[in-house]
């Protein structure tokens, strides 16, 4: 069979140079065996009206259901097989397959050769899914099919899958499940001896910091390669100065951390009061700041306790505390979170099905909340993110930072506050969709 391996955009148009490699596609790739096969990113480029495929496959996300809806139904109607996969269609089968003709549920490793195996005989099921979790010895990613793509300059490397938190707003252990696994050492050196050292390197992982044995082991494998990289990691990482110290002598120098809150109340309502075992978000930055690590720092709001006024003293923190990037999020109840559950119960979403609401744009808000009108929630984030980068707001947290000076971090800072300043116009108010 002939395949086609498709990334959805949130609607028809392309993005700039904030998009990155979706690993996902290059793990199908490298499972394809002999079929041949090719790879489209809707985020960067045109998706051809007509494919030369037998089989379409396409990787959903909430935000990316509708346009993928579309494309899907257009395959379809040329009778292409269709399959769909990702975090959307695992949380709702039922609705993905009104679209496909198959869904894969979880990780595709194990059920996508069936699938082709299946479909190769032209009786795919309707539905795919592991009856446990795969290990992850043997993974590879097919990165060949970024070649020649705009992307952010980074490389991308998973060492494990799943996250030891529940977190409200969260689904990623409901799709992980509760295991935490790790790649096999030996197997991820080998990847990482393989990528450019040039770039910056991030680890996709949900959580780096799954655990402190596997975090030490991880920093043992990184720290004679000498690579500059990035992760996303929970708060709790910097109770110990020790293991700040060996972060930084990795090689880490950006950190992705989600402060999410400044009130504890709301902390405890989104399970996330352990936010605060490190001690105050302003000393975690800047010791964070005084081993050369750069922040991207993550808020959301519309928990029961926020008002405009928490939304201001985040946006007030995060310029004291000089973080180099930031975003600030009206809450997001995306199907498979207890927060999607939980207003669903309570009939606060405005419309339970906004993915694929025609009347919905991005930054539209979603809930009732409980502090302040829905409409003054997302107009309040939107004005806290315009704020945050103003020309003036990233010369004195970038360029008059306070940590270490290199022109490495100062590059690579720069340039994401260019692109995030960018982005922050470019994606308010998009359809979603065609």
């Known amino acids: ?69 579309q494309l899907a139904d257009a395959f379809r109607h040329e009778g292409k097989i269709v399959v769909m996969g990702g975090y959307h269609p695992t949380f709702l089968p039922e609705e993905a397959l009104q679209h496909a003709d198959a869904v894969v549920r979880g990780d595709a490793e194990g059920l996508w050769e069936q699938l082709l195996l299946d479909a190769g005989r032209g009786k795919p099921r309707r539905v795919y899914q592991n009856a446990g979790l795969p290990g992850l010895a043997g993974v590879r990613f097919e990165r060949g099919i970024f070649a020649g793509k705009r992307y952010a300059p980074m490389e991308l490397v ?113 399970k996330k009061r352990w936010n605060h075992v490190s001690g105050d978000y302003l000393r975690v930055a800047r010791n964070l700041h005084q081993r050369g690590i750069g922040i991207y720092g993550t808020f959301v709001f519309g928990y029961d306790h926020d008002t405009p006024d928490t939304i201001r003293r985040s946006l007030d923190f995060a310029l004291e505390a000089r973080l180099e990037i930031a975003n600030f999020n009206p809450l997001t109840p995306t199907p498979g979170s ?34 302040m009108p829905a409409d003054t929630l997302a107009q309040a984030c939107f004005e806290a993110k315009k704020q945050f980068y103003v020309w003036s707001s990233i010369t004195r947290r970038v360029l008059l930072g306070d940590q270490p000076f290199s022109w490495f971090n100062l590059l690579t800072a720069s340039t994401a506050n260019l692109i995030s300043r960018r982005e922050v116009y470019r994606k308010q108010g998009r359809v979603l969709g065609a």
């Not at 394809?32 to 496959?57: K, N, W």
């Open 1 to 69: 069979m002939k395949i086609a391996l498709i990334c959805p955009n949130l609607g028809n148009y392309r993005r700039s140079s904030d998009a990155m490699p979706p690993l996902a596609m290059a793990v199908l790739a490298a499972r394809c065996g002999q079929h041949p096969y090719v790879f489209y990113d809707d985020r960067v480029e045109t998706i051809p009206e007509s494919l030369d495929a037998d089989l379409v496959a396409l990787s959903v996300e909430t935000f990316t259901a509708h346009r993928a809806y």
């Open 158 to 270: 998973q060492y494990g899958r799943g996250c030891r938190f529940v977190c409200d707003f969260c689904s990623i252990h409901r799709f992980y499940g509760n295991e935490l696994r790790m790649r096999p050492a030996d197997e991820l050196r080998a990847e990482l001896q393989s990528l450019d050292r040039k770039r910056l390197l991030f680890f996709v992982d949900d959580n780096l910091f799954s655990g402190e044995a596997s975090l030490q082991a991880l920093l043992a494998l990184l720290r004679p390669l000498k690579l500059r990289w990035a992760c996303q990691i929970s708060i709790d990482v910097a109770r110990e100065p020790a293991l700040l110290d060996q972060l930084a002598e990795a090689g880490c120098r950006y950190v992705l951390i989600g402060f999410e809150s400044l009130e504890p109340a709301n902390l405890r309502q989104m």
């Open 338 to 371: 207890l927060l999607y559950e939980r207003l669903r119960d309570e009939h606060r979403l405005l419309s339970p099905h906004w993915w694929i609401d025609p009347q919905y744009r991005y930054g539209d808000p979603i809930f009732i909340p409980r502090g």
